[in-house]
C-alpha cells in the first residue's frame, strides 16, 4: 500500500498532492477541486474514501501554489483560469505516468466545480490516458471547444436544486463528443450537504468508475442509441436520483 504527501512541478509551480494506492486497484482517480477548495476538500475526501474501498488508487492535488491561493482569495484570479488548472491537471497526468505505483494504471477524473471542466480539458488532452470522468456539481461549459474533443465516457452529477448549474450542465453535455449521462440528486444543492446526497454521489461515481466504461465500450461496439452507456450503471446507492440526456 502507497499512501504519502507527494510534490510535483507542473506548468512551472511545485503542486502538492496527496496518493493513496490501496493495494491492486483498477485505476487511479485523480481529483481536481473546485474554486476556493483544495486537496482537503472534505467532500472529495469523503469520494475518495468510498472509491479507495472499492479498490481505486486517488490522488487530490492542490492545483494552485499556496502564493497562488493567497491571490486568488481576495482577486478569484486564478480559479476560473481554466486553461491554467488544465495544463496542471495534464501535467499530474503525467506525472502518475512515470511514478512506479501508478505507472501502469489508466487515469479516471474527478472535477467539483470549475475543477470539473479542468478535468474535461485534461481529459481531451490526454486521451490515451484517461478512462473516464466524473463531475459533481461542475461547470463543463468552461471547458468550451475541448468539450467535443474528450473521448472518455462522462458521468455529469447535479443536484435537483442546483438549477442554474444544471442548465449549464445540460448546455455543456450538448457539445461532449463523449458518451455521457446527467445524474440529477433531488433536493440536492451545489455542495450536497443534505442527508444522503455526498453518499449518492460517491456511490455513482464509484458505479461509473467501476461499469460505466465497460458499457460504454459496449455500446460503442454496437452503435447503440444512447452512446452504450447503461441506464443502471450509475443507479446503484442512488436512490430517487434521475437520468437525462444519455447518449
Known sequence: MVSET?????????????LVVPGPVRSVVLFAHGSGS?????????????????????LLLDLLTEQEERVDAVTAEHRFDIPLLGR???????????????????VDLFGASTGAAAALVAAARRPDRVRAVV????RPDLA???????????????????????????DGARRLGASHKILVI??????????????AV????????????????????????????AHGAADAGTRGAREEGAR
Open 6 to 18: 507527494v510534490l510535483m512541478t507542473a506548468d512551472g509551480s511545485a503542486l502538492v498532492g496527496d
Open 38 to 58: 483544495s486537496r482537503l476538500s472534505p467532500r472529495n475526501r469523503a469520494v475518495a474514501g468510498v472509491l479507495q474501498h472499492a479498490g481505486f488508487g486517488t
Open 88 to 106: 496542471r491537471l495534464t501535467a499530474a497526468i503525467d506525472w502518475l505516468a512515470g511514478q512506479p505505483a501508478t505507472r501502469e494504471l489508466p
Open 135 to 138: 463531475s459533481r456539481g461542475g
Open 144 to 170: 468550451g471547444d475541448a468539450l467535443s474533443e474528450v473521448r472518455a465516457p462522462v458521468l455529469l452529477i447535479v443536484g435537483g436544486r442546483d438549477e442554474q448549474v444544471l442548465r449549464m450542465n445540460q
Open 186 to 199: 433531488p433536493g440536492a444543492t451545489h455542495l450536497f450537504a443534505e442527508p444522503g446526497a455526498l453518499e
Open 202 to 229: 460517491a456511490n455513482a461515481a464509484r458505479e461509473w468508475f467501476l461499469y460505466g466504461v465497460e458499457e460504454a465500450a459496449r455500446g460503442a461496439a454496437g452503435d447503440t442509441a444512447d452512446g452504450g452507456v
